[in-house]
C-alpha cells in the first residue's frame, strides 16, 4: 500500500510514547498509512532506537533538564542540535514531507527553515503558550527575555503552514496574535484512549486506612498550583480537624522536591502522598478508587487557556472534580466539576469537603463527565480533526 505521506514528527520536553498527546497523534497517523518518524530526548529506559507499532522513534541523549531561566538556555541548545542531526540523517535515510514540530520550545522552525527549499511543510503543534508559561513560572523577571520568547512564537507562526491547536482559545491566539488564516489553524484535543484508559475495580489500600480519597494526577511545576492543594490540605486536617482524607499526588516535575519539603513543614506527612510517576494501570486503579479528584491549577496569565490533561482523565474514570474556574478546564468538565472562587485556598478546601459529604452529588458529576468525554471530547473526535490539518498540509483540500 503506498504511503499518505512521510511525517517527521519533534518533540523535547519529553521522551515518546512517554508523552501521550504526540504518541496518540503518530500512531492515529501511522494508522491511516503515513510513514512516521519521532525525534526526541532519550530518558530513563528507552533505547536510543526502537520501532514500535509502525512509528520508528529516535532518541537523542538528554543529560540536564532545567529549571531555572539560564539552564533552558544550555538544555535548548543541546536539544536543537541533536535535533538537526538526526533530521539531516532521516531525511537522506527515511525522507519526510512534514515537520510535525510539538512546543515547547518554539524553536523547532529552525530545525524546518533548511529544509523548506525542499517543499517540507512546516506544522506546527502548539502544546503551550512558552510566553505566558515564563510569566507563569517567573512571575515579575520578564524583560528580554520575554521579549525573545514573543519573537520566537512569532517566527515560529510565521514559518508554519498549518497550526493544530489543544483548543479553542489557542486557535484564537494563532489567529489572532500569529495573524494566521482560520483555514489554517485546527483544533486537536488531548484526550485519553477510552479503549486503554478506563476503570478498574477501587483498591482501598490506596486510602491508607483513611475514609476517604483525593486525588492528583499530573506535572508537578511551578505552575501547576500543588501549593494551593497544600495548603488547602494543612486547613482541612489540622485546622478543621478532619483526620479522615487522605490525599494521593501522583506525577513528576521539576517542582516535586519543593512541594515534598513544603509538605513536610506543614506538618502533612501523614496526610499527604507523593508517588512521582507511575505506571498508567496504577493511575487507573487510584483514580478508580478516588472520592474526588483535584484540578488546583490557578488562574494565571497560561492556565486560563489551557486545557488540562488531568481534568479530562477524570473524566474517564468517571470521577467529580474540585478546579478553580479556568476558561478550558470550565469548557471541558461543565457539570464534572464543581468550581472554587478564583485562587482562593480555603474555598478550594470547603469545596472538596461539600462534594465528600454528598456522595449522590458525587455519583451524578461522575456519569456526566465520562458520558460528555465519550460523546464529545474522546481522542475519536480528535483523530478526524488531525487527519484533516494533514490533508491540508498535504495539499489534499478542495
Known amino acids: 500500500m503506498a504511503s499518505a505521506g512521510k511525517v517527521l514528527v519533534l518533540v523535547e520536553n519529553l521522551s515518546v510514547p512517554f508523552d501521550r498527546r504526540v504518541w496518540q497523534e503518530s500512531l492515529a497517523l501511522a494508522r491511516a498509512g503515513y510513514q512516521v518518524s519521532v525525534i526526541c530526548p532519550q530518558m530513563v529506559d528507552k533505547k536510543p532506537f526502537e520501532m514500535l507499532e509502525g512509528v520508528a522513534i529516535y532518541r537523542y541523549p538528554m543529560p540536564y533538564t532545567a529549571n531555572r531561566a539560564i539552564g533552558y538556555a544550555w538544555e535548548y541548545s543541546w536539544a536543537m542540535l541533536w535535533t538537526f542531526v538526526y533530521a539531516c540523517y532521516l531525511f537522506v535515510r527515511r525522507g519526510f514531507k512534514v515537520i510535525h514540530a510539538c512546543n515547547p520550545p518554539d524553536l523547532f522552525f529552525l530545525i524546518a527553515l533548511p529544509f523548506k527549499p525542499f517543499g517540507v511543510k512546516f506544522l506546527f503543534d502548539q502544546h503551550d503558550l512558552c510566553p505566558e508559561t515564563f510569566e507563569s513560572k517567573f512571575a515579575g523577571r520578564g524583560g528580554i527575555i520575554l521579549n525573545i520568547l514573543r519573537k520566537l512564537e512569532r517566527l515560529t507562526y ?24 482560520p483555514e489554517q489553524t485546527f483544533v486537536v484535543r488531548s484526550s485519553p484512549d477510552l479503549k486503554k484508559f478506563s476503570p478498574l475495580p477501587p483498591n482501598v489500600k490506596w486510602k491508607r486506612g483513611k475514609k476517604f480519597l483525593a486525588a492528583y494526577l499530573g506535572t508537578m511545576g511551578a505552575q501547576d498550583g500543588l501549593d494551593y492543594l497544600l495548603r488547602s490540605a494543612k486547613l482541612i486536617s489540622q485546622e478543621w480537624g478532619r483526620d479522615d482524607i487522605h490525599f494521593l499526588l501522583m506525577g513528576g516535575g521539576e517542582n516535586l ?115 460528555r468525554l465519550r460523546d464529545e471530547l474522546s481522542w475519536e473526535h480528535s483523530t478526524i480533526q488531525l487527519l484533516r490539518a494533514y490533508d491540508f498540509a498535504f495539499g489534499r483540500t478542495k
Open 257 to 371: 522536591p519543593v512541594l515534598q519539603q513544603m509538605a513536610s513543614e506543614l506538618g502533612l506527612n501523614d496526610v499527604v502522598e507523593f508517588t512521582g510517576r507511575v505506571s498508567n494501570e496504577q493511575v487507573r486503579e487510584v483514580l478508580s478508587t478516588a472520592d474526588v479528584c483535584v484540578a488546583p491549577d490557578p488562574i494565571n496569565p497560561l492556565n486560563t487557556h489551557c486545557t488540562m490533561n488531568k481534568i479530562l482523565e477524570y473524566m474517564a474514570m468517571s470521577r467529580p472534580i474540585v478546579s478553580y474556574r479556568l476558561t478550558e478546564s470550565e469548557y471541558s468538565a461543565r457539570e464534572a466539576a464543581v468550581y472554587a472562587r478564583d485562587n482562593d485556598v480555603e474555598d478550594f478546601a470547603n469545596q472538596i469537603l461539600a462534594l465528600l459529604e454528598n456522595p449522590a452529588q458525587r455519583a451524578k458529576m461522575g456519569e456526566f463527565g465520562n458520558r
Open 158 to 181: 510565521r514559518t508554519a503552514n498549518v497550526v493544530i491547536s489543544t483548543n479553542e482559545s489557542y486557535r484564537k491566539i494563532a489567529i489572532e496574535r500569529g495573524t494566521l488564516k
